[in-house]
């Protein structure tokens, strides 16, 4: 009898060793975004700044009247049919939709929509 129970408190013991060291490991991951982490934003393009493709950037402005900045670099980008255009053919004064995060302080946009 004293064989089981050194047993099964050996075996709890392991069992309380891994799941620590599984629960340490998932919390060093790196976060991953999700859906929560997307923000949306509409109003006019102001602007669009394709001087550095690298940084390829477009500024709207809000119901508010205040001016939001998205990095537009890897966006996906469409019309209002939702048929593929490119970021030059937006321009100043159409109405759009932003799909976007925030990283490192930058509004990342990952989809812009013109809107009817």
């Given at each position: ?100 995060s925030i990283k490192n302080g930058i ?10």
């Open positions: 009898m004293n064989k089981i129970i050194i047993a099964l408190i050996g075996l709890i013991s392991v069992g309380s060793l891994c799941f620590a060291a599984d629960q340490g490991a998932m919390a060093s991951k790196p976060k991953v975004s999700s859906a929560a982490d997307l923000k949306m934003a509409s109003g006019t393009v102001d602007a669009v700044n394709l001087t550095d493709p690298a940084k390829s950037e477009i500024i709207i402005k809000g119901a508010d009247n205040n001016k939001l900045t998205f990095l537009a670099t890897s966006a996906i980008v469409t019309d209002a049919n939702a048929k593929a255009i490119t970021l030059s053919q937006i321009k100043t004064g159409e109405n759009i939709k932003v799909k976007y509004n990342e946009a990952s989809m812009i929509a013109l809107t009817k």
